[in-house]
């Protein structure tokens, strides 16, 4: 059965999300987590998207997209929300390096 208890979460631009989503290796299937910063939300209904960032090994950035209603998506918690942001897109932290991208 499929959890759709985080599709009530209000989701804001700015905040750190703890993303939780199966992976498919051949026959088993396992969870993995993505935790990085929501820079972006898309789309309108079933048809929406968000976009979290975060900073990789060897500081290297790593975005990923999922659809909202997506099957794979098994958990989506907010780990921590800004202060203030005000912007729509934060797409500006793809060219900020180090510790300022953790800033917001």
Do not use: C
Not at 11 to 26: A, F, P, S
Not at 38 to 57: C, F, K, P, Q, S
Not at 72 to 96: A, D, G, Q, T
Request: net charge positive.
């Amino acid at each position: 059965m499929l959890n759709t208890s985080f599709k009530d979460t209000q989701l804001n631009i700015g905040q750190t999300l703890r993303v939780k989503y199966n992976i498919v290796e051949g026959g088993k299937t396992r969870v993995q987590t993505f935790e990085g910063v929501l820079i972006a939300i898309r789309g309108r209904g079933e048809n929406r998207t968000i976009t979290v960032r975060r900073i990789g090994d060897r500081n290297v950035g790593v975005e990923r997209i999922w659809p909202i209603n997506s099957r794979s998506l098994v958990e989506v918690s907010v780990v921590k929300s800004p202060k203030k942001v005000r912007r729509s897109k934060l797409y500006f932290l793809r060219n900020i390096s180090g510790k300022m991208s953790s800033y917001i």
